[in-house]
């Protein structure tokens, strides 16, 4: 009993010192943050290691389902880490890594991240964030001002007023789109006579309330999926998101958008929103949104840009004009971890009309009460962190300038890599880039010659060997684990519209350079060559 | 134009820099880094200026919209953060600011914040996240162990499989809560003959095809606001949400919940889920889970645990047996950046039921495709961070009977100062801590016994006095910034159930210590005299 004591007393003893930091840190983690700050690079490249183990290998290092009921030191637990998780992770920051929309890291982003984990705000309210709530007002005004342009005393008035909002940041693109949609639904069934609201009463009678026989969101077939999960969420179903049909330049027809509006109209289906990609995930393409903007017009309704990729384009006055028409978008959601260089977890939408918030206000007694500037009033999540910080902090350091250069370099990489594909014989070309995302795929001479004019059966065979040998190449690059391009399907017009399996480039890291772009080609060469079957096949086929 | 390039070319040059780190890293960088390390309370002590500005006056200093067209110096844009942005941020790791639920961090928190943010992993997908995949779902399977306590083959057969999830991660209670109520609702609504599913065709059809004539979510009036905001995001509609009065020690009135649910049976509205609270966010009060999971049973319908605040207590062998009933529950709420102890971000929902999260299953081709184990398809919120490391180093450092210790010296804390509360003659306890959390005013004991003997019109008027005086208390000690009381509105049984404005005090900080709590009581007592209207009137009352 004594002997208990004693180690209860030890423990609570140790259990104080964690939340105390001591004089000298544990050695082993000082050594390590020493590493981290000083060259990250270089203790990635150190500790993650390349070669790809299988899944369920690793997995076997995470099976254990109960809670230690033995604590492990720092210094130990540190090792582990190390060992078993930092090994097997994904090396995201490495200039030859060009298949994710992750990329390295300015170098003054982990001291300020951690300086902001450290404060532990919590932006749902002025009381537990204090200066971090003028801030965050601060960078969604500045990304609305990207946006829309408005003039400076649109922005005296209301970028920190309290029952308005510029937008809502969160946690991802996905939140950033469920938002902006949420928000579309709660206006377009607003309160109207007897009926309160959707907010108050909800779907069912809000649709029967308008008459509506339900309700649409239209988008090119290149949407991403969080719209459909969006719908799904907001209780329209999957099936309202209507796939618009795509031209060769993987951007919406308008025309086939406008035809369907028409007849939407016709069966009593009200829109409730057209959405505009800028950047599609897969291809990079950008909509015309001028020409959607009319559309919406005409039929009076509510207009979102999905802009979670390609809206730091606009920080580039040279390929802005890319994007005309996104500020007569109700809407449009950016995500500042992608072409804004910030750590994950930094999405946000912008609203044309700081009162169209009002749609989706929460209050509560012991928060967001009403007239105060919590910002929690008017967003999805509730406690949230305070990553406008280094979106803050980055506008402040690189600059729209320096912004601008990030983003033309990384069109101009991938014109230089669509132009390399295209000069050479064994690689075909899927889709140009229009931002810096590009599709390609190995397609040996003598395939092409062949594919060229084979009939339509016959392309379908090669195809779908095509198909199997990309898919081949792909998984062994990223196994090998020197380079990594990731790799998705899409529609093709000159294979009838057949799916094609497609390399997908992105070119937004800086540190990128020339040189590895060439190695990835000679590096995908060499892999075709490793693969027993589909590539044989391939070449048996064009000496028939 | 020779200058304009040197321009460029220079800006081109400092670009590259910043996203490779320098060998000396910046000094004025590398000196608070090193600061933060050491002693980060000194730090925060030093930079965070006690004395509150007038949000107002900080709004100041974050009025500019335009994006910079100059680059600031690091170095500058650091003594920036610190003066205008650290200085009049919160401390919220205060041992005296005991208003909050964020608390001090374990100090292995920060260093191994910035390898987390240094990795960069999107846990969308294994190929940007590799074993953070694998250990997330380890830690999810151990927190589902925490609630549901399956046996070990349980957890080898489920927590790796792919197209099963123990639960999902996220930012925070609020997404965890919708999550929860979005797979319950998709399993109620699911396909069924000719009806393809409520995810598939909407909540207009499903209701018309099941016949239901509304949906119900039933929980406690004490039940945290994101609730009202999920049934609105969900199509349900607020109003849907159906507040069950709570009896004197703030808990469900599960005969009322009983009543409620037979009357809805009666009026053809489904009960979508009843919810129980695990930690009331005003009080920290249980309800009967155990009851209300009969209940449940009874109208075979959902029951949903929000433990956001109230989980952790799982984790005490001592305490557990409060939540007795939460194992019969199909979804249970955690935030980890609450009682665990891990920075803002850490929100998860864990489910009975493996299978439960096919009903939210999201596929697309360039991610998620069927059969992988991309936690992605399972989650509302797409690319996410790698938070769950977090979790998982401090459930191996802390270990579970190092938050055994914590959580019960929280309670045993709570206890004291509620005793404190109850000696003292010039305060009035209003809620006895249940878990760490209680409530408080200030009442001078001549008002106290004025009180005891007053009429409902007296006591209405003393307690409407009584209410400016406890805003004024607390809001003149935030101002002040020496320590710091929340407060909120309840209804109190003795006044009648008036909502009644009280002090509301969380003891998670492990360095608060006994003097700080005697301190906060007479700084209230201080304050109070400072008060130029309510406590003379007050006074005045008592001679009459």
Redesign the interface.
């Known amino acids: 009993m004594a002997t208990n004591k004693r180690i ?1 007393e030890a ?2 003893e140790s ?2 010192r ?6 000298a ?2 050695s082993t ?2 050594a ?2 020493q590493e ?6 270089g ?2 490249g150190n500790h993650i290691v390349a070669t ?1 183990q299988r ?1 369920t290998e ?2 076997k ?14 210094s130990d ?1 540190m090792h ?2 190390l060992d ?7 090396h ?2 490495s200039p030859s890594f060009i ?2 929309m ?1 990329s ?12 902001m ?6 932006l749902v309210k ?10 965050e ?2 960078v969604l ?2 990304m ?3 946006v829309y342009q408005d003039n ?1 005393s649109f ?2 008035q209301w ?2 007023s309290a029952n308005h909002s510029l937008g809502a940041f ?6 950033a789109n ?1 938002t902006a949609l ?1 928000v579309a639904r ?1 206006n377009l069934l607003k309160a109207d006579g007897n009926f ?1 609201g ?8 809000a ?1 029967k309330h308008y008459g509506y026989d ?2 649409a969101i239209l988008v090119s077939e290149r949407g991403h ?2 719209l ?2 969006s ?10 998101v209507i796939a618009i049909p795509t031209d060769e330049f993987n951007k919406i027809d308008c025309h086939k958008l406008h035809e369907k509006c028409l007849s939407l109209a016709q069966e009593n289906i009200k829109i409730l929103s057209i959405v505009g990609v800028a950047g599609t ?2 291809t990079g393409n950008v909509d015309p949104l001028d020409r959607i903007a009319d559309i919406a017009e005409e039929f009076a309704c509510n207009f979102h840009v999905d802009a979670a990729w390609g809206g730091a384009t606009l ?1 580039s006055n040279k390929h802005r004009p890319l994007l005309k028409g996104i500020e007569r978008a109700d809407s449009v959601t950016i ?1 500042a ?1 992608k072409q804004m260089y910030v ?3 930094a ?1 946000l939408v912008v609203f044309k009309n700081p009162a169209a918030v009002a749609a ?1 206000e ?7 009460r009403k007239g105060s ?1 919590d910002l929690g009033s008017h967003t ?7 990553m406008a ?1 280094l979106v803050y ?1 980055s ?8 912004y601008e ?2 983003i033309n370099q990384g069109i101009e990489k991938a014109n230089y890599f669509a132009d390399l594909i295209n000069q050479h014989q064994d690689f075909e070309l899927i889709t140009r880039p229009e931002l810096c995302l590009l599709t390609y795929r190995y397609v040996p001479q003598a395939v092409q010659q062949l594919l060229a004019k084979a009939d339509d059966e016959q392309q379908a065979e090669i195809n779908s060997l095509l198909h199997n040998l990309t898919k081949f190449i792909q998984k062994r690059q ?1 196994e090998n684990g020197k380079s990594f391009v ?5 529609e093709v017009g000159r294979y009838q519209g057949h799916k094609i399996l497609v390399f ?1 480039v992105v070119l937004a ?3 990128t350079s020339k040189d590895i772009l060439l190695d990835v080609l000679a590096e995908q060469i060499e892999l075709a060559k490793e693969s027993e079957t589909f590539l044989p096949k391939l070449l048996a086929m064009t000496k028939k």
Chains 1, 2 share one sequence.
């Open positions: 209860a423990t609570q259990l104080h964690i939340f105390t930091i001591p004089e840190p544990d983690l000082g390590i943050e981290i700050s000083q060259n990250l690079a203790f990635l790809e899944l690793i997995e290092d995470f099976a254990c389902s109960a809670i230690p009921e033995q604590p492990s030191f720092v637990h582990h880490l078993k998780l930092v090994a097997q992770s994904v995201t920051s298949g994710h992750t390295a890291l300015p170098y003054f982003i982990l001291p300020l991240s951690k300086l984990i450290g404060l532990n705000q919590n002025v009381e537990t964030s204090k200066a971090f709530t003028p801030l007002r601060q005004g500045m609305h001002r990207l400076e922005y005296q970028m920190h969160c946690s991802g693109g996905t939140v469920l949420w709660n309160k959707i907010a108050r009463e909800g779907l069912f009678k649709l339900g309700l999926y969080s459909k999960k719908a799904d969420i907001l209780g329209i179903g999957q099936e309202s995930t897969e920080l995500d971890h750590p994950m977890g999405g989706i929460h209050h509560a007694e012991y928060i967001l500037k999805l999540e509730g406690s949230r962190s305070g910080m902090a506008l402040h350091i690189i600059s729209r300038p320096g250069m990030l990223r990731s790799r998705t399907r899409i997908r890291n800086p540190l």
